[in-house]
């Protein structure tokens, strides 16, 4: 406050002093330009002392130390950690049809498995979207077929595919959106097959990477 109104005085008696230089008649000493100017500042500065003084006394030295008000800055984002408390700190998921394709995919599939579990298949699935031989969708990953056979049961397995359970649909559609963002694909080694570790399929081309929970991951033999 009291630095801004001072620049502003100062301005005002450079501009008067100039003025009265410039005059082409004598001024007498009861009129002169420099007294006035004088009972100007006084009148002012009174007013300042009237204005600084009815401020509350916390104001007064935020005002003497010139002190300026700071802006609270964002919280950091909590570093990515495949939990239930991480996913909690995200907000609602949403998207479009290949992020509904994911989410119902990790719904079905994997709702019943740790976080980390969904993330894998997620990865999964992203994963045959990104492999030669696979659709290039992640909605074509999750509904092809063939040899009478679905890649995901709960494509063809006759049960209704209707989501009834809103924590585990929450968390598939932030998994999702996470894995649709970017986030980096840190357990699997790249796996293209998954299975339960209640069936034993004969799959002689592919190598075993990882078990989590209870899934066991695959990737084509090199």
Same mark, same amino acid.
């Given at each position: 406050?009291?630095?801004?109104?001072?620049?502003?005085?100062?301005?005002?008696?450079?501009?008067?002093?100039?003025?009265?230089?410039?005059?082409? !008649?004598?001024?007498?000493?009861?009129?002169?330009?420099?007294?006035?100017?004088?009972?100007? =500042?006084?009148?002012?500065?009174?007013?300042?002392?009237?204005?600084?003084?009815?401020?509350?006394?916390?104001?007064?030295?935020?005002?003497?130390?010139?002190?300026?008000?700071?802006?609270?800055?964002?919280?950091?984002?909590?570093?990515?950690?495949?939990?239930?408390?991480?996913?909690?700190?995200?907000?609602?998921?949403?998207?479009?049809?290949?992020?509904?394709?994911?989410?119902?995919?990790?719904?079905?599939?994997?709702?019943?498995?740790?976080?980390?579990?969904?993330?894998?298949?997620?990865? !999964? &699935?992203?994963?045959?979207?990104?492999?030669?031989?696979?659709?290039?969708?992640?909605?074509?990953?999750?509904?092809?077929?063939?040899?009478?056979?679905?890649? =995901?049961? =709960? &494509?063809?397995?006759?049960?209704?595919?209707?989501?009834?359970?809103?924590?585990?649909?929450?968390?598939?559609?932030? &998994?999702?959106?996470?894995?649709?963002?970017?986030?980096?694909?840190?357990?699997?080694?790249?796996? %293209? =097959?998954?299975?339960?570790?209640?069936?034993?399929?004969?799959?002689?081309?592919? %190598?075993?990477?990882?078990? &989590?929970?209870?899934?066991?991951?695959?990737?084509? %033999?090199?």
């Amino acid at each position: 406050m009291r630095l801004p109104l001072c620049r502003t005085l100062a301005l005002l008696a450079v501009c008067v002093l100039t003025g009265a230089a410039s005059a082409d !008649v004598m001024v007498s000493q009861s009129n002169s330009p420099t007294l006035a100017l004088g009972a100007e =500042f006084r009148s002012l500065l009174g007013a300042e002392h009237s204005t600084v003084n009815a401020l509350p006394e916390k104001d007064r030295e935020a005002l003497a130390m010139g002190e300026t008000a700071e802006v609270a800055a964002d919280p950091a984002p909590k570093a990515m950690s495949y939990s239930d408390d991480w996913l909690a700190t995200l907000p609602a998921a949403k998207g479009d049809a290949q992020w509904e394709c994911l989410r119902s995919a990790l719904y079905f599939e994997a709702r019943g498995e740790t976080i980390k579990g969904q993330f894998a298949v997620a990865e !999964v &699935i992203l994963n045959r979207r990104d492999t030669v031989g696979f659709p290039k969708t992640i909605c074509g990953v999750v509904r092809q077929d063939g040899a009478g056979t679905c890649a =995901f049961s =709960f &494509i063809c397995d006759g049960v209704s595919d209707q989501m009834r359970d809103k924590v585990a649909i929450d968390r598939a559609g932030k &998994i999702a959106r996470v894995m649709l963002d970017g986030a980096p694909r840190l357990l699997t080694a790249g796996a %293209t =097959f998954f299975h339960s570790q209640d069936v034993n399929p004969k799959w002689d081309n592919l %190598t075993k990477t990882v078990s &989590i929970g209870a899934h066991l991951f695959y990737r084509v %033999t090199l």
